[in-house]
């Protein structure tokens, strides 16, 4: 028993400073840490459309066990990595709070994310143009027996005239190539009494210089009738034509540039039928006209002064009679139309939020002016702050009294498209469509076709042969189908 005893002391001793060092080894290398509770997720996209899911990745730290969602739409979830749909465009804040398996500690951490409005193609839509030339349609007016004028410009210096029948039926194209070796923008087209068409815009002189055009062109397309530029040491450029008994009436600006700065005016000119200049008229300091409305036996001019949106009411003597400065909106006038009682204009201003670049956002605006130029409403149409907007044309529907309005929308996942928006009489918005695919699609003039029916015409961008652009045409009804 003692030499038992004598052994098993003698290997306790000698073992034990192993067994010291052994145990000191395994609470190094196996410390135990403490782990924050901290949450974190990404999302599969932070721009998307209507309609788009969206996986949410959660990359909480690991001792989070327990997950809580709100995305902003109402919708609610405990799944680890949900997913969700947004059905409405807007801004939503998609937010995630986590917590341990056990006890009450909690974290939580939020991210936006933007929804576009959808973008699609109309079932009734028509394209002119080919695949080896660019072309882009920029104004429209009707024709005889029904059908329409296409104005815009093919591979930048020739211009492009289309004449389609009330089905979109192209019947003749005419080309005119002899105007510019620079680039050559028509901006408005009228058929006059005589069903000719006057045709006005501006074209490239050179690098700093416009220069001014009118082209009466024959009913068939086969020949002009005359042919007038405006060539002076200025630049100008004609923006709008209308009719008043045997006058054609034109407005436009005029840019001078001197040692004291650039000064922008109105000009108005009134020509007989034959291309004869009766009278000429040069207005304001700093202010350029965008569009001209005929009515109330005169003329009625959405204008930029300076950075503000204004209207100008003259006779038709070009007599300036009253004025109207949107003094709460820094952006331009670009259209007016007359209604019963007064006038819609449309436009852009210039909003408080700045793009990624730093640049004040540009977004769309209607508003309801008097025939005494007071106010009756307006309406900041952006559908997001963040994204441009700007109406460019403004009709009224006679079925319903409501007003369409129609422009460009700006965003980075398809470039341009064309925006169609539908007002009630009082400005509230009650319809809106973007129409467009992945590349620039852009509207740039409206035109009735029935009390219940309209096209808009403008440029869409292919995706194959070069991404040329051809002229297109959609039409829509009062409900935007």
């Not at 109402?74 to 398996?101: C, D, H």
């Amino acid at each position: 028993m003692k030499k038992t005893s004598y052994l098993l002391f003698s290997f306790f001793l000698l073992t034990t400073p192993f067994l010291f060092h052994s145990c000191k080894q395994i609470l190094e290398l196996q410390p135990i840490e403490f782990v924050d509770l901290k949450a974190s997720f990404f999302m599969s996209d932070v721009i998307a459309r209507e309609g788009q899911t969206i996986q949410m990745t959660q990359t909480s730290t690991i001792v989070a066990k327990k997950f809580a969602w709100t995305f902003g739409n109402a919708l609610t979830s405990n799944e680890q990595n949900p997913t969700t749909v947004y059905n409405r465009f807007g801004k939503y804040n998609v937010k995630l709070t986590i917590q341990k398996q056990q006890g009450d500690i909690v974290d939580s951490t939020q991210r936006q994310i933007i929804i576009l409005p959808k973008t699609e193609q109309p079932a009734r839509q028509f394209f002119y143009g080919d695949a080896t030339n660019d072309e882009q349609g920029m104004c429209v007016s009707e024709a005889e027996n029904n059908g329409f004028l296409l104005v815009g410009r093919k591979n930048i210096n020739v211009l492009y005239v289309v004449r389609i029948n009330n089905a979109g039926t192209k019947l003749w194209e005419k080309e005119i190539n002899n105007i510019t070796a620079g680039t050559v923008t028509p901006r408005s087209v009228f058929k006059t009494n005589d069903n000719d068409y006057v045709i006005v815009g501006s074209y490239k002189y050179n690098s700093e210089d416009n220069d001014a055009f009118i082209i009466k062109l024959a009913s068939d397309g086969n020949s002009e009738k005359w042919r007038i530029t405006r060539n002076t040491s200025q630049s100008e450029e004609y923006t709008s034509v209308v009719e008043y008994g045997n006058r054609i009436l034109i407005g436009g600006s005029v840019t001078s540039t001197s040692t004291t700065g650039t000064i922008n005016k109105i000009l108005l000119e009134e020509y007989t039928l034959d291309g004869i200049l009766q009278s000429s008229k040069n207005d304001g300091t700093n202010w350029k006209l965008n569009s001209t409305e005929f009515a109330l036996d005169g003329f009625t001019c959405a204008i930029t002064e300076a950075s503000s949106p204004s209207l100008i009411f003259y006779n038709t003597a070009f007599e300036q009679r009253r004025k109207r400065t949107f003094d709460f909106l820094e952006g331009a006038a670009n259209d007016v139309t007359a209604i019963d009682d007064g006038f819609i204009v449309v436009g852009h201003y210039f909003s408080n939020n700045l793009d990624l670049n730093g640049n004040r956002i540009k977004n769309a605006f209607i508003s309801r002016i008097s025939n005494f130029a007071q106010y009756e409403w307006t309406n900041k149409a952006s559908r997001l702050e963040v994204y441009t907007e700007e109406f460019k044309r403004v009709i009224q529907i006679e079925s319903d009294k409501s007003f369409i309005a129609i422009g460009t929308h700006t965003n980075p996942l398809s470039g341009k498209d064309i925006i169609v928006c539908k007002y009630s009489p009082q400005g509230e918005l009650l319809k809106y469509r973007l129409i467009g695919n992945i590349k620039d699609d852009e509207g740039f003039d409206i035109i009735k076709i029935s009390p219940t029916e309209f096209y808009i015409f403008g440029t869409f961008q292919q995706t194959t042969n070069l991404e040329r652009r051809d002229f297109y045409l959609v039409k829509l009804d009062q409900n935007l189908q």
